[in-house]
């Protein structure tokens, strides 16, 4: 199923979309929305070598805006293994802050990159080493959300989170998602609930903007979406269990 507002369908919890303008009921001003069923305050971003830039960085910019106006989210990078810094797939360098097994997040989000070329750092690697994929299953077996970003969407995969269920990856590597027990649909993001994936890049942006309006409200993410000038684009197709 679709939806029919650029952010995806407003939870029970909400109502309106940002498309519209149509009014949350349950939000009670600009930055404030009480009416979430479950808390999600802690936000994992995973990060290896050699995983793209805007896959990790866009979501945090949009957590941390969202933070801002009014989401309690504690928002970190995590480094599969331990490391000072992680070299990204063009060449940026980035300071993890500690060990994605050193913490229990409610939202695990999975960067891609390096699938596409089996590059020797990335997705690729992370997936044949395995400490990637174990720790996303681990993650999700304590009960953490967990999303995957462009290709990233693979290393869920490979976990074993997505057999049965509706995803979308790059668009170099659906054919590779087809080759699992995974449900490909054509849609930017999709949400299933305690699982999400989406397409290439840029589209982490509206994963992230979606979960910012899924949590804490239309009224919060317009805030984010002003403050970062964007406007989310395509489809949030919703599983069954969404």
Do not use: Q
């Not at 044949?128 to 462009?150: K, Q």
Request: glycine residues 12%; proline residues 3%.
């Amino acid at each position: 199923m679709g939806h029919t507002c650029s952010l995806g369908v407003a939870p029970k919890e909400h109502s309106g979309c940002l498309s519209d303008g149509t009014e949350s009921l349950e939000a009670t001003g600009l930055f404030l929305a009480v009416s979430r069923i479950e808390g999600m305050d802690t936000v994992a971003i995973a990060c290896f070598d050699g995983f793209d830039e805007l896959d990790a960085i866009g979501p945090y910019e949009v957590f941390e805006n969202a933070a801002r106006s009014g989401a309690s989210w504690d928002v970190t990078l995590r480094s599969v293994r331990d490391s000072d810094t992680v070299t990204a797939s063009h060449g940026l360098r980035v300071e993890p802050d500690g060990l994605l097994a050193d913490v229990t997040p409610d939202l695990l989000v999975v960067a891609g990159g390096g699938w596409n070329d089996r590059s020797e750092a990335g997705v690729w690697t992370e997936t044949e080493r395995g400490d990637l994929p174990d720790a996303v299953a681990a993650a999700h077996d304590r009960g953490a959300t967990v999303a995957g970003v462009c290709t990233g969407g693979m290393v869920l995969s490979r976990a074993g989170l997505l057999d049965g269920r509706p995803a979308v990856t790059h668009g170099g590597a659906i054919e590779d998602l087809r080759a699992t027990d995974a449900t490909v649909v054509d849609a930017r993001v999709v949400d299933d609930d305690d699982v999400l994936t989406c397409g290439g890049v840029t589209s982490g942006l509206d994963l992230a903007v979606h979960l910012v309006e899924r949590e804490w409200g239309a009224d919060v993410a317009a805030a984010v979406c002003e403050e970062m000038e964007y406007e989310p684009c395509g489809e949030v197709f919703r599983g069954e269990s969404a």
